[in-house]
């Protein structure tokens, strides 16, 4: 597997946890039917997509090195920080899958420009505006079907959205 389908695989696997970890607060109805559908959105974009991609020396391949591990290590940081300060002092914890999209969304300018791929900031932008609402839904007491909806499965469909699109420019 190189580089390119790597991304895809991480960025489809990431979709269906984002969706599948946030419909529970919706009615079964709408409920099983999105986590159906997040299933083989993650196996047609991440396992089985057979669409050609750039060859691991290729320019345009994601580059796993030093840029990468700290993009990754500030994220995880910030997540950890923000889920103690939301859970411990604001006690807010509807708050928390907000929180976490907003600081994915943000860590995908940093691996725009570890990647050199520009691209990657209208992924990051769309995550972190939908974890800033759904943060702020949170905060201003909206139904937990709301913050769910608005702050994980749409960032969800933003991945898979964003996987689609790359196998469609890349390929």
Request: net charge positive; aromatic share 10%.
């Amino acid at each position: 597997m190189n580089r390119v389908r790597a991304t895809r695989l991480i960025g489809s696997s990431f979709g269906l946890v984002f969706v599948e970890a946030n419909t529970t607060a919706l009615p079964d109805a709408v409920a099983v039917p999105l986590r159906v559908l997040a299933v083989a959105a993650f196996l047609y974009l991440g396992v089985f997509n057979r669409r050609p991609a750039p060859e691991a020396s290729s320019p345009a391949a994601p580059r796993f090195g030093g840029r990468y591990w700290l993009v990754v290590v500030a994220e995880v940081v910030g997540i950890a920080a923000g889920l103690v300060v939301i859970n411990k002092a604001l006690h807010t914890p509807a708050a928390t899958v907000g929180w976490i999209a907003f600081v994915v969304g943000v860590h995908f300018f940093g691996l725009a420009t570890a990647w050199q791929r520009p691209q990657l900031r209208v992924l990051g932008a769309s995550m972190a505006a939908c974890g800033a609402l759904g943060t702020a839904l949170a905060f201003l007491g909206a139904p937990a079907a709301a913050v769910s909806t608005v702050a994980g499965i749409l960032p969800g469909l933003c991945l898979f959205g964003s996987v689609w699109w790359s196998g469609r420019t890349t390929a």
